[in-house]
């Protein structure tokens, strides 16, 4: 790679990618282009950060993604985890790439931690625990599974040469975003409660690994500066964890007609994964160097004064 190394954001503007881009600033040997659905987020985009080319468009557009990779070191994929029409969009981009220059392009992506959903139903039953260290255990995770298809579709690509990826798991991620995205009204952090006491799907005895958003900002930026400085990465797939979710925290199961809400039509789907098991070690990333720090404590911390500030919003 040159001096300046260019890099193409997908889903600038969420939870995830408007973190990562954030941070992706304050390295001055980026040159970023992000790629923004709204018209009207770009615009405002455009006014805050002048650093940064902001495209108007989504990852379904075969042809913008494909002109826009051809001149891509680097893609961070946040867009979603579960966007087959995206990723078929994306590697496609990255073989036309490939096949005129000889060169891969480096690829990482946000998938979830949904893939190691058990079907707990909110129930606490034994679990398994996942080292993502564990090559061939990840190996063995069921194609079924949730994000799992878009996944392996990006870990063909990889064994077939034309990509070099890095698959980031991210464990259930919380905390608060305050910058000038979340002023403009662009990003926010997602939030699951319901008039102000935090709502499980079934008893919520279930057990999430979690991770604070700064940490696996962290993470995801230990890995571009390391992409950057070409260091051999061996291992390539990283699980994001500092803990547990808590079971002590006031809670009470969301009703039939409350999950409809949450969950209305398709999205219905996600109601197992989510009252699932999903424990996780996050080896490889700290081999990495990376190092989080907010655990469950900050979780606590989080949901409370989340609840609080909509108890006294209504």
């Not at 291992?235 to 006031?250: A, C, F, L, M, N």
């Amino acid at each position: 790679m040159s001096s300046t190394t260019k890099v193409l954001l997908l889903g600038a503007t969420g939870y995830i990618g408007g973190s990562v881009l954030l941070r992706a600033l304050e390295r001055p040997g980026l040159k970023v282009t992000a790629l923004v659905r709204s018209a009207d987020k770009a615009q405002k985009l455009k006014t805050i950060i002048h650093d940064v080319n902001f495209v108007e468009g989504v990852p379904t557009d075969a042809g913008l993604l494909n002109d826009l990779i051809k001149d891509t070191d680097v893609i961070i994929d946040a867009y979603s985890s579960d966007d087959m029409v995206g990723t078929a969009n994306l590697l496609a981009g990255c073989i036309a790439k490939y096949q005129a220059t000889g060169t891969k392009t480096e690829v990482i992506h946000a998938s979830g931690v949904g893939i190691l959903a058990d079907d707990a139903r909110g129930m606490d039953i034994p679990s398994k625990v996942y080292d993502d260290a564990d090559a061939e255990e990840m190996a063995r995770i069921p194609e079924e599974r949730l994000h799992r298809n878009v996944d392996l579709e990006f870990l063909k690509a990889d064994a077939e040469g034309y990509i070099t990826l890095y698959l980031v798991i991210p464990a259930a991620v919380f905390g608060d975003v305050s910058n000038a995205l979340v002023d403009a009204g662009i990003q926010k952090a997602p939030v699951f409660t319901f008039k102000g006491v935090v709502a499980t799907i079934g008893e919520g005895e279930n057990h999430w690994s979690i991770i604070h958003i700064d940490d696996l900002t962290d993470l995801v930026m230990i890995i571009v500066d390391k992409v950057v400085k070409k260091e051999n990465i061996a291992s390539r797939t990283y699980k994001t964890i500092r803990g547990e979710d808590v079971q002590k925290i006031e809670k009470r199961p969301l009703t039939k007609a409350e999950l409809d809400i949450f969950f209305p039509g398709e999205t219905a789907a996600y109601i197992p994964g989510l009252s699932a098991n999903t424990r996780c070690v996050g080896t490889r990333g700290r081999k990495l160097g990376w190092a989080p720090t907010k655990g469950v404590e900050a979780l606590e911390k989080w949901v409370e004064e989340t609840s609080r500030a909509i108890v006294l919003s209504q």
